[in-house]
């Protein structure tokens, strides 16, 4: 399961390094990561206060302004 979610967090760095295209591929990673990170939050209160860093956030904002063109 740690690789898998290695492979997520890779997806995602390659993207913001500009070695991958964003992609369909990126989105799902960005969706997967985000749920997790959610989880985390619920189980513990010591996760509350993490988030993605602004690159991220704005790559996320990539697929909103997609999905609304």
């Known amino acids: 399961m740690m690789r ?3 492979n997520h ?3 995602i760095e ?3 390094a500009g070695k991958k295209a964003v992609d369909e591929q990126t989105f799902a990673s960005l969706a997967i990561l985000s ?3 959610a ?3 619920k189980i513990d ?3 509350e206060k993490v988030e993605f860093s602004d690159a ?3 790559l996320a904002e ?3 302004s997609a999905a609304v063109c």
């Open 35 to 37: 749920e997790r990170l």
């Open 9 to 11: 967090c890779r997806a």
């Open 56 to 58: 991220v956030k704005k």
């Open 45 to 47: 209160g010591m996760f």
């Open 4 to 6: 898998m979610d290695f």
């Open 62 to 64: 990539q697929k909103t």
């Open 14 to 16: 390659e993207t913001l």
């Open 39 to 41: 989880r985390l939050k």
